[in-house]
C-alpha cells in the first residue's frame, strides 16, 4: 500500500514544483518586457536570464526578447563589445529553432530582424573566432604574447580562416611590420574578411585607396564601411549621401552612426531628432552620445528637462575619459547650473582631472575659476594661465593683464607682459585697449624693461588705425 501512495505523491510534487516554477516564470518574464518596453535592456536580460532558469529549458519567446535587448545593448563595430558574444550564441540557436521549423509555422515579423543581425555578424566572420584553436590563439593576443600568437594564427590562416589572417595582419601592424600586415590583410580580403578590407583601409595613407576599400568594406556588409563612406560624402559636402551612409551604418548597429545622425540634427538645432539617435548610441556605450544625451537633458532640448539625469549621463562620459565631458561638469559647479549649487571645490577637481587625461584647455577653466569675484585668487589664476598661455589667445591676453596690473601681489612685470601683449597682438591682429598698455610700458619703462620711444610710437600708430 505504502508503494501505491508513493509515486502519485512524488508526481504531485513534481506538478505542483513545475507548476510554481512556470508561475515564476512567466513573472519573471512580464518583468522583462515590462523593462524592454522602458529602454531598459540590461535589466530586462536579468529577468530573462531567470526566466530561462525557472522554466529550465530554452524557449523562442525568451530567445528573441533577449536578441533584441542584446542588439540594443551591441555597438556592432566593436568586436571588444561583451556582448558581442551572447548575441551570436542567441542568434544561432534561434535560427537553429527557427530553420526546423515548416514555412507556414515561421513568424516571418521576428525572421527579419534576426536574420538582419545574423547577416551582420556572418559580415564580421563571429563563426570564424568559435573555434577553441582560435581561442587560444586569441587568449595569447590578448596578453601581448605575440611570438606565441602567430604560429597558432597561422595554423588557422593554413585552413582557411579569414579571421586568423585578419588578426595577424595586426599583430604585424603592432611590430611595425607594414609589408607583412598588408600582405595578411590582403589574404583576408581575399576570403572576403569585410573587417581585415577596412583595416586595410584604415592603414594606407593615400586617400583613393582608403576610400576604395571602404566602399568594398561597405560591399561586403561592414558597418563602419557605411560609417567610412558618410564620412567622405560629408568632406566632399554631399549633405544627402551623408545622411545616407551614416543611416546604413546605424541600421546595421554600428554606435557611432546612430551618434554622427544625431549630431547633424543636433548641429541643425533639431534637437527633437536628435535626441533617440543619441539615446540608442549611448545604450550601445558610445561616450560621447552619452555626453550629448546628457546636455539635452540638462538643458531640456528635445526632451523633458531632467538636469539629474543630464548629470547621470554626463558622469558617465567623463568616468569613461571624455574631458570635455569632465568641463561641462565643472562648469556647472563653476557657474551653479540647473539645480546644482556653486561648489568651486569640486569645479576646481573636475577640472584638474582634465589636466590629468592630457586635456591642457583646464587649466584655462582653472585660472578662470580662480579670477571670479567671489573666488578672487591672482597669484593661482596666473600659475594656471601661464602654462597654457602660449596655446591660447585668450589666456594669452588675460596673462599679460595680470602681469601688467600687478593685481592681488603679483610683481609686475612689464617684460613677460609685453611678451604676450605682442604675441595676441601677432595671433589676433586686434586694435584693442590693451594697446594702450604697451604704449605706456614703452613710454614709461621700468619694472624690468627700458624706455623705447620708437616701440612706443609704433603701437601709437597702430592704436590710431
Do not use: C
Given at each position: 500500500?505504502?508503494?501505491?501512495?508513493?509515486?502519485?505523491?512524488?508526481?504531485?510534487?513534481?506538478?505542483?514544483?513545475?507548476?510554481?516554477?512556470?508561475?515564476?516564470?512567466?513573472?519573471?518574464?512580464?518583468?522583462?518586457?515590462?523593462?524592454?518596453?522602458?529602454?531598459?535592456?540590461?535589466?530586462?536580460?536579468?529577468?530573462?536570464?531567470?526566466?530561462?532558469?525557472?522554466?529550465?529549458?530554452?524557449?523562442?519567446?525568451?530567445?528573441?526578447?533577449?536578441?533584441?535587448?542584446?542588439?540594443?545593448?551591441?555597438?556592432?563595430?566593436?568586436?571588444?563589445?561583451?556582448?558581442?558574444?551572447?548575441?551570436y550564441?542567441?542568434v544561432?540557436?534561434?535560427?537553429?529553432?527557427?530553420?526546423?521549423?515548416?514555412?507556414?509555422?515561421?513568424?516571418?515579423?521576428?525572421?527579419?530582424?534576426?536574420?538582419?543581425?545574423?547577416?551582420?555578424?556572418?559580415?564580421?566572420k563571429?563563426?570564424?573566432?568559435?573555434?577553441?584553436?582560435?581561442?587560444?590563439?586569441?587568449?595569447e593576443?590578448?596578453?601581448?604574447?605575440?611570438?606565441?600568437?602567430?604560429?597558432?594564427?597561422?595554423?588557422?590562416?593554413?585552413?582557411?580562416?579569414?579571421?586568423?589572417?585578419?588578426?595577424?595582419?595586426?599583430i604585424?601592424?603592432?611590430?611595425?611590420?607594414?609589408?607583412?600586415?598588408?600582405?595578411?590583410?590582403?589574404?583576408?580580403?581575399?576570403?572576403?574578411?569585410?573587417?581585415?578590407?577596412?583595416?586595410?583601409?584604415?592603414?594606407?595613407?593615400?586617400?583613393?585607396?582608403?576610400?576604395?576599400?571602404?566602399?568594398?568594406?561597405?560591399?561586403?556588409?561592414?558597418?563602419?564601411?557605411?560609417?567610412?563612406?558618410?564620412?567622405?560624402?560629408?568632406?566632399?559636402?554631399?549633405?544627402?549621401?551623408?545622411?545616407?551612409?551614416?543611416?546604413?551604418?546605424a541600421?546595421?548597429?554600428?554606435?557611432?552612426?546612430?551618434?554622427?545622425?544625431?549630431?547633424?540634427?543636433?548641429?541643425?538645432?533639431?534637437?527633437t531628432?536628435?535626441?533617440?539617435?543619441?539615446?540608442?548610441a549611448?545604450?550601445?556605450?558610445?561616450?560621447?552620445?552619452?555626453?550629448?544625451?546628457?546636455?539635452?537633458?540638462?538643458?531640456?532640448?528635445?526632451?523633458?528637462?531632467?538636469?539629474?539625469?543630464?548629470?547621470?549621463?554626463?558622469?558617465?562620459?567623463?568616468?569613461?575619459?571624455?574631458?570635455?565631458?569632465?568641463?561641462?561638469?565643472?562648469?556647472?559647479?563653476?557657474?551653479?547650473?540647473?539645480?546644482?549649487?556653486?561648489?568651486?571645490?569640486?569645479?576646481?577637481?573636475?577640472?584638474?582631472?582634465?589636466?590629468?587625461?592630457?586635456?591642457?584647455?583646464?587649466?584655462?577653466?582653472?585660472?578662470?575659476?580662480?579670477?571670479?569675484?567671489?573666488?578672487?585668487?591672482p597669484?593661482?589664476?596666473?600659475?594656471?594661465?601661464?602654462k597654457?598661455?602660449?596655446?591660447?589667445?585668450?589666456?594669452?591676453?588675460?596673462?599679460?593683464?595680470?602681469?601688467?596690473?600687478?593685481?592681488?601681489?603679483?610683481?609686475?612685470?612689464?617684460?613677460?607682459?609685453?611678451?604676450?601683449?605682442?604675441?595676441?597682438?601677432?595671433?589676433?591682429?586686434?586694435?584693442?585697449?590693451?594697446?594702450?598698455?604697451?604704449?605706456?610700458?614703452?613710454?614709461?619703462?621700468?619694472?624690468?624693461?627700458?624706455?623705447?620711444?620708437?616701440?612706443?610710437?609704433?603701437?601709437?600708430?597702430?592704436?590710431?588705425?
Amino acid at each position: 500500500m505504502k508503494k501505491l501512495l508513493y509515486t502519485p505523491i512524488l508526481l504531485f510534487a513534481f506538478t505542483f514544483a513545475q507548476a510554481q516554477n512556470d508561475i515564476k516564470a512567466r513573472l519573471e518574464f512580464e518583468e522583462a518586457e515590462k523593462a524592454f518596453s522602458e529602454e531598459n535592456y540590461e535589466t530586462a536580460l536579468k529577468h530573462l536570464n531567470e526566466t530561462e532558469k525557472e522554466l529550465g529549458k530554452w524557449s523562442p519567446l525568451v530567445s528573441y526578447l533577449k536578441i533584441e535587448s542584446l542588439y540594443a545593448l551591441t555597438d556592432m563595430g566593436n568586436f571588444g563589445a561583451p556582448t558581442m558574444q551572447p548575441l551570436y550564441e542567441e542568434v544561432t540557436l534561434y535560427m537553429t529553432y527557427l530553420n526546423k521549423l515548416k514555412s507556414d509555422e515561421v513568424p516571418m515579423d521576428k525572421y527579419k530582424v534576426v536574420y538582419g543581425i545574423e547577416k551582420t555578424l556572418k559580415a564580421l566572420k563571429l563563426e570564424e573566432r568559435q573555434s577553441a584553436d582560435f581561442l587560444k590563439a586569441k587568449k595569447e593576443y590578448d596578453a601581448k604574447n605575440y611570438d606565441v600568437a602567430i604560429p597558432l594564427y597561422e595554423e588557422l590562416a593554413q585552413r582557411g580562416n579569414s579571421s586568423a589572417m585578419h588578426s595577424l595582419g595586426i599583430i604585424y601592424r603592432i611590430k611595425k611590420d607594414n609589408e607583412k600586415s598588408k600582405e595578411w590583410y590582403l589574404k583576408a580580403i581575399d576570403k572576403g574578411n569585410a573587417v581585415a578590407t577596412g583595416a586595410f583601409a584604415y592603414v594606407n595613407t593615400e586617400e583613393d585607396i582608403k576610400r576604395e576599400y571602404f566602399e568594398k568594406a561597405a560591399k561586403l556588409g561592414h558597418p563602419y564601411g557605411f560609417y567610412e563612406l558618410g564620412w567622405y560624402a560629408n568632406k566632399d559636402g554631399n549633405v544627402t549621401k551623408t545622411m545616407e551612409y551614416y543611416q546604413q551604418a546605424a541600421d546595421l548597429g554600428i554606435a557611432a552612426g546612430l551618434y554622427k545622425i544625431g549630431e547633424k540634427y543636433k548641429d541643425a538645432k533639431d534637437y527633437t531628432k536628435a535626441f533617440p539617435y543619441f539615446k540608442k548610441a549611448a545604450i550601445k556605450g558610445h561616450y560621447k552620445a552619452m555626453e550629448s544625451l546628457g546636455v539635452l537633458y540638462f538643458n531640456g532640448d528635445g526632451v523633458e528637462k531632467n538636469t539629474q539625469l543630464g548629470m547621470e549621463h554626463l558622469l558617465k562620459a567623463a568616468n569613461s575619459g571624455i574631458t570635455n565631458s569632465m568641463r561641462i561638469i565643472g562648469s556647472v559647479y563653476h557657474k551653479q547650473l540647473g539645480n546644482y549649487a556653486k561648489d568651486y571645490t569640486k569645479a576646481a577637481e573636475w577640472y584638474q582631472k582634465m589636466i590629468d587625461k592630457g586635456d591642457e584647455s583646464g587649466y584655462l577653466n582653472l585660472g578662470d575659476l580662480y579670477s571670479l569675484e567671489d573666488n578672487n585668487q591672482p597669484q593661482k589664476a596666473l600659475e594656471y594661465y601661464e602654462k597654457v598661455a602660449e596655446v591660447y589667445p585668450e589666456v594669452t591676453l588675460k596673462t599679460a593683464n595680470l602681469y601688467f596690473s600687478g593685481k592681488g601681489g603679483i610683481t609686475k612685470d612689464y617684460a613677460k607682459a609685453i611678451k604676450y601683449y605682442e604675441k595676441y597682438y601677432d595671433n589676433k591682429k586686434k586694435n584693442e585697449s590693451y594697446i594702450d598698455n604697451l604704449i605706456e610700458m614703452y613710454s614709461r619703462g621700468g619694472n624690468g624693461i627700458e624706455k623705447n620711444k620708437e616701440k612706443a610710437k609704433y603701437w601709437k600708430e597702430i592704436r590710431r588705425k
